[in-house]
């Protein structure tokens, strides 16, 4: 029998599995599609070659974290070496089956570190890895001139374990007051069009952004990938209330 599902975690381990398995092998096909030396329009930084390092990288980091169920990270010097280029798929895909493993049948509500204070357990690293899995394909295939499908409930939860772990807490809320002047200074609404849901994030005294479901008057539509990829700046979609969307922006964190 599966464990039980965690509160903070909508989607079932399974299903997580499975879209990170499916976005991985996607951007594997569209690496082999493409050239590793083409560089990646949202990360200028990177060619394609390093954008497959670096999920290859996450996904070792966060394996070791949840199969292990470390209170920290691992040592640096666990950390593998990155393989010549003609061996970085191969290396790509064996990490990618094996976290989507370990996570589909983990125990969700284990113990472990994570970035995130307010959820320290394997459940955070499952959700977390299905938008990494699904930004980094969209990056892959747009350095082909390719596009991708995101299922709808997948999208959905990924735009709302952004809001509840990546948009600033009480502590930088009140240090982006102090030293840049910088609140929300409003309501900010986000509108799926295709399955008909919306989010109002706001900002609550002394708890930082928070967000809560519903809103009128969006200030972004689109459907739910779209919303996703805009959330991470793959995508531009038409903008109300331009102002209050960027300080939604530097109150929140896509790194």
């Given at each position: 029998m ?16 499975d ?85 589909a ?26 938008q ?97 990829l ?18 939604f ?7």
């Open positions: 599966p464990a039980p599902i965690p509160p903070s975690m909508p989607l079932t381990p399974q299903r997580c599995a879209a990170i398995t499916e976005h991985s092998r996607g951007l594997a096909d569209a690496v082999i599609a493409g050239d590793l030396r083409a560089r990646v329009a949202h990360c200028p930084d990177w060619n394609v070659a390093d954008l497959v390092w670096h999920v290859t990288g996450v996904h070792w980091f966060w394996h070791t974290i949840a199969s292990e169920r470390l209170s920290e990270p691992p040592a640096e010097e666990r950390r593998p070496i990155r393989p010549p280029d003609d061996r970085l798929v191969s290396r790509f895909r064996a990490g990618a089956e094996a976290i989507a493993e370990t996570l049948t983990a125990d969700q509500s284990a113990p472990c570190w994570t970035w995130f204070p307010p959820q320290q357990d394997v459940a955070f690293v499952t959700r977390h890895q299905v990494e899995a699904v930004v980094h394909h969209f990056d892959a295939a747009d350095a082909i001139g390719q596009s991708i499908d995101i299922a709808a409930d997948i999208a959905v939860d990924c735009v709302e374990e952004f809001l509840t772990t990546s948009l600033a807490d009480a502590d930088d809320v009140a240090a982006l007051r102090e030293t840049k002047g910088l609140a929300l200074d409003g309501e900010l609404v986000l509108h799926a069009t295709d399955v008909d849901r919306s989010w109002t994030v706001f900002d609550q005294p002394g708890s930082g952004l928070l967000w809560r479901p519903g809103g009128d008057a969006p200030a972004v539509s689109g459907t739910a990938a779209d919303l996703l805009w959330i991470y700046g793959r995508t531009e979609l038409p903008e109300q209330q331009p102002e209050l969307i960027e300080r922006r530097r109150m929140s964190s896509t790194d």
